[in-house]
């Protein structure tokens, strides 16, 4: 029996779940799209960029499609963006996912009425280098926060597409899983090389978002 085994794959429709802070309005200019790490929520996660929102800052949180018990005692409740397991399948259905999000946050109104945003933190770094390679969005800046590119950048992205885009990769000195890294500084290296016009922020401190240094984005980045 076992040879009679084929694999097969059915499209089927999904319910998303994304959270937004702020209202859109004709006033919104500015739209930043987040995207957590593994096993977090967008709930929460979402609470990180409550000083990004304003009058003319809308900030939207999507939220992996896969859920998953984060202990074994059942109640943590955590989203991925994808595993090792049928990668191609869940890369393409994030894709259309975020994609239908994107054109549902714009509405009406062209991509270029916007300065754009895309921020992705650890898992969400690489998922927002394929969202961006995948070409259907346009983005003003990235910001890559403890991503882990295992393969470099490049694997993810062509370093061409972030011409003119503004991109950030921000890490912090005692984040426990880049200090696993067998040579950080060469890591770092490889990440130079492949965008050059690559900005690259070292902050004090662990796995996650750092308020302050998060603030000095934001200032940094008024359109």
Not at 78 to 101: C, I, K, M, P, Q
Not at 130 to 141: K, P
Not at 176 to 188: G, R, S
Request: charged share 20%.
């Amino acid at each position: 029996m076992a040879d009679q085994l084929n694999e097969h794959h059915l499209t089927v429709q999904r319910t998303a779940r994304y959270y937004v802070l702020g209202e859109p309005t004709e006033k919104t200019r500015n739209i930043w799209f987040c995207l957590h790490g593994f096993g977090q929520l967008a709930q929460y996660f979402s609470r990180k960029f409550t000083d990004v929102v304003s009058e003319e800052t809308l900030v939207v949180v999507p939220e992996g499609l896969s859920r998953l018990y984060l202990n074994g005692e059942y109640k943590r409740v955590g989203a991925s963006w994808l595993t090792r397991e049928d990668r191609d399948h869940e890369v393409a259905d994030f894709l259309a996912y975020l994609n239908t999000l994107y054109d549902t946050t714009l509405g009406s109104r062209p991509a270029q009425d916007f300065h754009i945003t895309l921020f992705g933190f650890s898992q969400g770094a690489a998922t927002a280098c394929r969202w961006l390679s995948d070409g259907h969005i346009r983005a003003d800046r990235l910001i890559l926060w403890a991503g882990f590119f295992a393969n470099g950048m490049a694997d993810l992205i062509d370093p061409q597409k972030l011409t003119g885009v503004k991109t950030h990769y921000v890490y912090g000195s005692e984040d426990e899983f880049l200090t696993l890294i067998p040579d950080p500084a060469t890591y770092l290296n490889r990440i130079r090389q492949e965008v050059p016009s690559i900005q690259i922020t070292e902050y004090e401190g662990g796995h996650r978002v750092e308020p302050a240094v998060l603030q000095t984005l934001i200032l940094d980045y008024l359109w």
